[in-house]
């Protein structure tokens, strides 16, 4: 069954630094997305990308936060200078049509901003 | 604005019991639910929609939901819970817009 794939399952960073998260949506999909957890929380929409720009984005999605599609297979999320509270599970997710029809997860990458 | 309710932090029950979890929304028109599971170090996998239609809706791993508009509701049920169902359930809202709205989930633990 495909599926959406996240790496790494887990980063530590120092406060300050940039990082990014990457997925793999599935190969069909058309439309992609970031959600993020933070612990005990709700699960909460960053931003919506379709035909390589961005669709739909929340207010948590700041300057701070960009999504890129590099190629035919990647998705990422960078956060250029990590704050301690953008701790959390982030999530990407895509799908064939634009929500709110059917989005497939992927496993999440936990990020602790030390 | 949409917003999801799910006021069960955390359940718990006998394995073979029955199993309601509860879900309340707040949506100004006919909203599209749904109901994601996450078992441990996996991601978010949809168990069930509704979108329009009977609402009584069928899902996986022998899943249902109804939505009842008059009460805002879309309890998720299973007649017979199994040990393998022990995982985090997260009831969501869609509207016309890319996003979904998620409750803050609900734990169930399975006691054998």
């Known amino acids: 069954e495909p599926e959406v794939t996240q790496t790494p399952s887990h980063q530590v960073t120092q406060m300050g630094q940039e990082v990014i998260l990457r997925c793999v949506p599935i190969?069909?999909?058309?439309?992609f997305y970031w959600y993020r957890q933070i612990l005990g929380q709700k699960v909460e929409f960053l931003v919506s990308?379709?035909?390589?720009?961005?669709?739909?984005k929340s207010e948590i999605f700041d300057d701070q936060f960009s999504v890129e599609r590099p190629d035919g297979s990647n998705f990422t999320l960078k956060i250029r200078s990590t704050k301690l509270e953008d701790s959390a599970m982030y999530f990407c997710?895509?799908?064939?049509?634009?929500?709110?029809?059917?989005?497939?997860f992927g496993q999440g990458t936990r990020l602790t901003v030390v | 604005a949409q917003s999801v309710t799910q006021p069960d932090i955390h359940i718990t029950v006998s394995e073979g019991a029955s199993l309601e979890l509860r879900c309340n929304y707040s949506?100004?028109?006919?909203?599209?639910l749904f109901w994601y599971v996450q078992s441990p170090g996996q991601g978010l996998q949809l168990l069930l929609k509704?979108?329009?239609?009977?609402?009584l809706v069928q899902g996986i791993k022998g899943f249902e939901a109804e939505f009842k508009r008059s009460q805002s509701s879309f309890n998720l049920r299973k007649p017979s819970v199994h040990w393998s169902d022990a995982a985090e359930y997260f009831c969501?809202?869609?509207?016309?817009?890319?996003?979904?709205?998620f409750g803050t989930g609900t734990r169930l633990q399975v006691f054998p």
């Open positions: 990308f379709y035909n390589n720009e961005i669709s739909e």
């Open positions: 969501a809202v869609g509207a016309n817009t890319d996003k979904l709205i």
């Open positions: 997710a895509s799908s064939e049509e634009r929500t709110p029809t059917e989005a497939f």
């Open positions: 509704y979108f329009s239609g009977d609402t």
């Open positions: 949506y100004g028109a006919t909203p599209y």
């Open positions: 190969s069909n999909h058309l439309y």
